[in-house]
């Protein structure tokens, strides 16, 4: 005989499980960033006070909630199955719970909201107390007076250290946000931490000095672009280097709707150890929306995904070329007065020789080799399509 059983899951339980699915500080605050665009804000504030235990505040001046949904956004797995538009950050209907409870080492945190022409509603989520009962269980006040939009304050952050070292957390803080919303930042998003107003650093942009755009591809539909990025052979640019070095910054650069999931990274395709001289200088922007998340496994903490097996193979030519080309590369020609003897030929198949004395010449004396191999590269292109 069959009998149905319910397994309701520990709340507790279930609460700790979520924070341990791969975030970290700077990934869980991007979570509640996610939440505070998808609800309109254009502001956004992050403060850490120190004072007492330490709190950290996250304020944004999106539409906000009424009462109802506040308390239906602290339900796990609010809205998820549901079909969202191009422009919605969610994922998981988890994210604001499973980030803001990372954050709090006591296990604990405050969200408080509002909308245009009402009051507003406070509830407080308290992992101890629902650990003590066996419920999902959380304290909610109603009719408080409030600005429009949402705060979520985070009891006992893991940023409350000493205050050295919680300043250099926020620095480090505040480059990942920089980079993970360039794009917003870009566009008018304003991102305030400790009282400093981020600017977008963009990792994949030909506006980056002396760094080379080739072509976009579109693959997939055409629901999936790629653009590959070579940076200059030498440089000390920080905005081109990037917050981690060009080492780490290296491969692929998957931004879903916009927001950067990965700063760097193969996703699983070797760069072999033909290319790996190469590979320091390639980057691969790859632009998907929402829509994609189950075939590229976009995961919780939207810190990371995997390439379709589909699509391995055309990835693998278009990064193949890519580093072709940056092996083609060549730094700066020391001056030596030389006059070069041996022209040859200047083209080898679809490709300019890199290594010939007419070209290692105008790179040699050229204040903009990078600008150089961009013209190249654009050379390339319209012959191998003309």
Known sequence: ??????????????????????????????????NAISAGAREISLSLDLGGGGTLTLQDDGHGMDGEVLVQAMKIGYMHGEV?????????????????????????????????????????????????????????????????????????????????LA???????????????????????????QGTLLRPWSLCSPELPEVSSLSSVRLDDKRVRITPFILPTYTDDPEVEGPLGRHEHA???????????????????????????????????????????????????????AIPPRLKPRLRDILDDVMDRAGRQRGPRERSGDTPTNTGDLWNGKAIRRDHPLVQDVMGNSRAPGGVEHLLIRLEEERHHG
């Open 1 to 34: 005989m069959t009998r149905e059983v319910e397994i309701a899951p520990s709340p507790a339980g279930t609460l700790a499980a979520l924070t341990g699915a791969g975030y970290t500080v700077q990934s869980a605050v991007a979570d509640l960033i996610d």
């Open 84 to 164: 969202r538009n191009a422009s919605d950050l969610g994922r998981f209907g988890t994210g604001l719970k499973a980030a803001s409870l990372y954050l709090s080492q006591s296990g604990q945190f405050t969200l408080s909201s509002a909308r245009a022409g009402g009051r507003g509603t406070v509830a407080t989520l308290d992992t101890e107390r629902m650990a003590q009962t066996g419920r999902w269980l959380i304290d909610v006040q109603d009719e408080v007076d409030l600005l429009v939009g949402t705060t979520v304050r985070i009891a006992a952050p893991l940023l409350a250290l000493r205050p050295e």
């Open 167 to 193: 300043s250099a957390e926020m620095r480090k803080l505040s480059e990942h946000l920089r980079c993970t919303f360039a794009t917003y930042l870009a566009d008018g998003l304003s991102i305030c931490v």
């Open 251 to 305: 491969g692929f650069h998957v931004h879903r709707a916009g927001r950067a999931l990965t700063l760097g990274g193969w996703l699983g395709l070797g760069i072999g150890r033909r290319h790996r001289a190469a590979s320091d200088r390639v980057r691969v922007l790859v632009d998907i929306g929402p829509e994609l998340d189950r075939d590229w496994r976009v995961n919780l903490s939207k810190s990371g995904c």
